[in-house]
């Protein structure tokens, strides 16, 4: 059992939380019982290390057989030791050490995809996990990271995506214009979210949304420049009914992906 938190391999597992040692690394830190869960059944070749106390073992008693079955050896720790080595003020008995695997931009393409969607330069970590979850929940066939993004590796990102990181391709650092090309080479319209939009309404009427699709998204304060939404095929705003002032990325982004999830399967 690993006792000591100033140990140097505790401390390589918690500087996975600063960007500097993951892109020096390849790896990244996962934390909790339901993101490990998630990376033992559905990518275990990416895990190198997990760590876990007696006391989470006991309690999830499944992660344990998960990581048997996976070949993946699992190492008791203190409590003191975990908490040394996550990035949460309060972990949940669990931290994993995973292998960085982004998606190329060409395959995701490649494999004639029906929904995608691209996010460009956002910078807020909660929204990014948020909308990976939420394109993995409307069935999207891959998310694509355009511009200056926060790092897909990010503890909160990965922590906001609940695990569904591992189960749909993320293409990382590619140039918007190039993704745009690819995405329309390969049959998808392409529609910007925007405040400037056409109602979302009149283009689910108009029957746009049940055709392959790629959500274009902007920065959560600047949205998307005059020169960007140009790229696109249609700009389309989420309708506001009641008093709020504006919508959160996230929510809009999980609103847009969902109306072409039903639209492609209606």
Known sequence: MLENPRSPRVRAVAKLAKKPARVESGLFLLEGPQAVSEALEFRPELVTELFATPTALDRYPGIEEAAVVAGVEVEYVT?????????????????????????????????KPRLVAILEEVRDPGNLGTIVRAADAAGADAVVLTGCAVDLYNPKVVRSSTGSIFHLPVAVGAELEDV????????????????????????RTEGVLARPTAWLFGNEAHGLPDAQLAL?????????????????????ASVCLYESAFAHRS
């Open 180 to 203: 745009l090309t690819r995405a329309r080479a390969a049959g998808l319209t392409v529609l910007a979210a925007d405040v400037k939009g056409e109602d979302l309404l009149s283009i």
């Open 79 to 111: 409590e003191e030791v975990l908490e040394s080595m996550a990035d949460t003020v309060t972990p949940q008995g669990f931290v994993a050490v995973c292998r960085q695997f982004p998606t190329a931009v060409k395959d995701v393409f490649a494999a």
């Open 232 to 252: 696109a095929d249609r700009a389309v705003t989420v309708p506001i009914y009641g008093h709020a002032e504006s919508m959160n990325l996230a929510t809009a």
